[in-house]
């Protein structure tokens, strides 16, 4: 997956514009919970919906964040692929096939979609366009609606349509997110049962081959 780390944006003398000051709250706080989140538990569903397939595809799995740089995405299913990224090293454990493929591919690293988990906020307006929508009180937070749309001088212009984030105003933490290619496929994440800096055996994180498995060359499609 994409990513999507820049610089500050310098402030110029601008009008204030009707959702800059949601924006500004939103990221200023996202940023804030980023840098004091240490371990990161929830439980995931995945819904991807291709351009050229009627059948929505749907997985669950579990979501384990440490900082600096590690994540599991552990599926429910022998049927999905476990993740394990450990900072640049990406693992692909496939149970199914007994094999483990080994990259740094960094457009597999589907935390970089989701700004919050470990990502840096820093800078998100070099790359893209970023809209904020007011707040909508759900049954036990508020919601504010990220739009990111990849400005046209950016990597991500012909590959990406936009990402859609929705954030929680109580651990300041995306609890949603939506990956629209110009292809037309559509990914979706939702992320329930957060639990912010709980106790994260190590073991979680460990890459290591098992027993019988075979390790594969990865081939970027």
């Given at each position: 997956?994409?990513?999507?780390?820049?610089?500050?944006?310098?402030?110029?003398a601008?009008?204030?514009?009707?959702?800059?000051?949601?924006?500004?709250?939103?990221?200023?706080?996202?940023?804030?919970?980023?840098?004091?989140?240490?371990?990161?538990?929830?439980k995931?569903?995945?819904?991807?919906?291709?351009?050229?397939?009627?059948?929505?595809?749907?997985s669950?799995?579990?979501?384990?964040?440490?900082?600096?740089?590690?994540?599991?995405?552990?599926?429910?299913?022998?049927?999905?692929?476990?993740?394990?990224?450990?900072?640049?090293?990406?693992?692909?454990?496939?149970?199914?096939?007994?094999?483990?493929?080994v990259?740094?591919?960094?457009?597999?690293?589907?935390?970089?979609?989701?700004m919050?988990?470990?990502g840096?906020?820093?800078?998100?307006?070099?790359?893209?366009?970023?809209?904020?929508?007011?707040?909508?009180?759900?049954?036990?937070?508020?919601?504010?609606?990220?739009?990111?749309t990849?400005?046209?001088?950016?990597?991500?212009?012909?590959?990406?349509?936009?990402?859609?984030?929705?954030?929680?105003?109580?651990?300041?933490?995306?609890?949603?997110?939506?990956?629209?290619?110009?292809?037309?496929?559509?990914?979706?994440?939702?992320?329930?049962?957060?639990?912010?800096?709980?106790?994260i055996?190590?073991?979680?994180?460990k890459?290591?081959?098992?027993?019988?498995?075979?390790?594969?060359?990865?081939?970027?499609?």
């Amino acid at each position: 997956m994409y990513c999507v780390i820049a610089a500050l944006v310098l402030a110029v003398a601008k009008p204030i514009k009707a959702g800059d000051e949601e924006k500004k709250h939103v990221m200023k706080s996202m940023k804030s919970a980023n840098e004091t989140t240490t371990t990161l538990q929830a439980k995931m569903k995945q819904r991807k919906i291709s351009s050229f397939m009627e059948k929505e595809v749907v997985s669950k799995a579990d979501f384990f964040y440490m900082k600096p740089g590690k994540y599991v995405l552990d599926p429910s299913s022998n049927d999905e692929n476990q993740y394990i990224i450990n900072n640049n090293e990406i693992w692909i454990v496939n149970h199914k096939n007994r094999s483990v493929t080994v990259t740094n591919e960094k457009e597999l690293n589907f935390s970089q979609y989701i700004m919050g988990f470990g990502g840096s906020l820093d800078g998100l307006d070099n790359t893209f366009d970023i809209k904020v929508s007011a707040k909508e009180v759900q049954k036990k937070f508020g919601s504010y609606r990220m739009q990111m749309t990849p400005l046209k001088n950016s990597k991500l212009y012909n590959k990406l349509e936009k990402i859609v984030i929705y954030v929680r105003d109580d651990l300041w933490l995306p609890y949603g997110a939506e990956l629209y290619e110009n292809d037309g496929d559509i990914t979706i994440w939702e992320f329930t049962d957060l639990k912010v800096n709980g106790k994260i055996k190590d073991d979680v994180f460990k890459q290591e081959m098992p027993k019988g498995y075979q390790l594969k060359k990865y081939e970027n499609k």
